[in-house]
């Protein structure tokens, strides 16, 4: 059976115009919103590993880490303290919906003013926090400000970028992410070392800083010509297209903009409409790759990395230190998607990814295995533990380079602008819950599945890689507004597309097998 799906040959109309500095400034500027999301990763399992704040708030996971019979797997096991890290996810989650209707009516940059100002009061209140009721407090500000700057940035950075580099740029809030998660990990080994006991209190503050930047950054920004021409105004999303293409030539474009833009304006409902079964590949998508964007388990690595590394038997300083590598790789290894997912697609990423993922997970579940066994008792040698942080390491660059950015990537520039908001909206949401799910019962999963719990995340990463192979067309290269013509030449999805939903004329259809 023919594998992948099918890609248009010659598919992607030549707009005028090229790649100019005002795009790329506001695209960077944009994608700073990741900075938000990323910190947030970051820092949350550096704090829940200081003893300080455990003392403050969490003594009986105190208590427990110091009983003598108790299992390495189990040390951190509290409903309470993944609550702390879990709940900023709930309240996106709610935040996003929110989002999808102020990011319609009244365009992205609002969400992401919006977004970085509530991260702003929850850093805050993060930092000056007494009560584990306050603290979840700043949590769930915190957790408004990720849903609404998730839902917008990306779909931001689609609509401005030009087809060519719509993947780079794109990236560009990926690429933030990864740099939030390492400024995190470093901040984290920098206040673990303040005496006194108040240096988590910097760290969870430190988080206004990416949402003053993205809050002025918001201010600043233009909006997009797709969003301008979406609330009615013409002449000015025709002007806004000519300063982003660096050419007066953009008829073409703009009748392409027009068009979906008419076709916008039928819909009443986005959420109504995506129900339809012409946009059944895009409901799929914005569904399942968030999905299992967060079923492969890097959010378990990125969460809680100087604990786990700590329950495997790394020292405090050390298991900070193995978090701050474990960022830095990703951020690097972000760098290879940003200079390869225009050239080679977006297929060939994930596939490779899923592979690398795999069998690093393997590895990881039985050398965990071997070493603790299922009493979770037992050491690791110096030539374990490095060998455990270089598997975590190859493992977390290959999400870095496929699912981690084409997760926010693929979601973001394939749906039809009549139900962008709404498909956005489904991307955060399904992502926020399921990124709740797994922060909130990780340590419990641990406790009970034990190096189990490697084998179940390689198990879906498995899942999800045949998905792609098989129901995931390539995009590279697509104009935003011409997509439909990509899923109409799929071999299981074009039947769900009509004709008369096809800019450009009639598909050609060629076996894209990998």
């Known amino acids: ?46 704090v829940t590993s200081m003893p300080s704040f455990l003392d403050q708030f969490f003594p009986s996971v105190v208590k427990k880490m110091k009983s003598a019979h108790e299992s390495e797997y189990c040390k951190f096991d509290s409903e309470l303290l993944t609550l702390f890290t879990s709940s900023l996810y709930l309240a996106a989650l709610v935040a996003s919906f929110a989002a999808s209707v102020v990011t319609r009516k009244f365009g992205r940059k609002p969400s992401m003013f919006f977004g970085g100002l509530s991260f702003l009061l929850g850093s805050i209140l993060n930092g000056v926090a007494n009560s584990i009721a306050l603290l979840i407090i700043g949590r769930l500000l915190l957790g408004v400000g990720v849903g609404f700057a998730n839902q917008s940035v990306p779909v931001y950075l689609s609509e401005m970028a030009p087809a060519k580099i719509r993947g780079a740029l794109n990236m560009g809030f990926q690429m933030a992410i990864t740099i939030g998660i390492l400024v995190a990990s470093l901040v984290n080994v920098g206040t673990a070392k303040i005496e006194g006991g108040w240096g988590w209190r910097v760290s969870l503050a430190l988080a206004a800083v990416p949402a003053v930047m993205m809050t002025i950054g918001a201010i600043f920004l233009p909006d997009t010509p797709n969003s301008i021409l979406e609330r009615g105004f013409t002449e000015k999303a025709k002007t806004m297209l000519q300063k982003v293409r660096g050419t007066d030539n953009v008829e073409e474009e703009f009748q392409d903009l027009m068009y979906a833009s008419e076709a916008a304006k039928k819909v009443d409902h986005p959420w109504t409409n995506i129900l339809k079964p012409q946009y059944r590949p895009q409901l799929v998508m914005c569904t399942i790759i968030p999905f299992f964007q967060q079923l492969t388990g890097i959010n378990v690595i990125m969460f809680y990395a100087p604990v786990l590394f700590m329950t495997l038997g790394f020292g405090d300083d050390a298991s900070l230190i193995s978090a701050v590598i474990s960022g830095g790789v990703n951020v690097l290894a972000t760098l290879v998607s940003i200079f390869t997912v225009d050239k080679f697609g977006r297929r060939i990423l994930f596939l490779e990814g899923g592979i690398q ?17 299922l009493n979770g008792e037992g050491t690791l040698s110096k030539f374990d ?11 977390v660059s290959a999400f870095a380079w496929s699912w981690g950015p084409l997760g926010w990537l693929v979601p973001s520039e394939i749906c039809p602008l009549e139900i962008r908001s709404a498909g956005q ?35 879906f990463v498995l899942i999800m890689t045949v998905f792609i192979y098989f129901f995931l067309p390539e995009t590279k290269n697509v104009p935003i507004e011409e997509m439909n013509r990509v899923w109409k030449a799929h071999w299981f999805w074009g039947k769900y597309i009509p004709d008369e939903a096809v800019i450009g004329g009639p598909v050609e259809q060629h076996n894209n097998d990998v």
């Open 425 to 459: 909206a489904i991307n955060v949401s399904v992502n926020m819950f399921f990124t709740f799910i797994i922060a909130q019962v990780f340590l419990a999963m641990l406790c009970h599945m034990k190096f189990g719990l490697f084998y179940f995340f390689a198990g």
């Open 1 to 46: 059976m023919a594998g992948g799906g099918f890609v248009v040959e010659g598919r992607g109309r030549n707009y005028e115009g090229g790649v100019t500095g005002f795009v790329i400034v506001t695209c960077l500027v944009a994608a700073m919103g990741g900075l938000l999301f990323g910190y947030d990763l970051g820092i949350s399992g550096g």
């Open 357 to 373: 993922m795999f069998i690093c997970q393997i590895l990881v579940g039985t050398l965990i295995g071997v070493k603790f066994g």
């Open 385 to 395: 533990a490095n060998l455990i942080l270089f598997l975590v390491c190859t493992y």
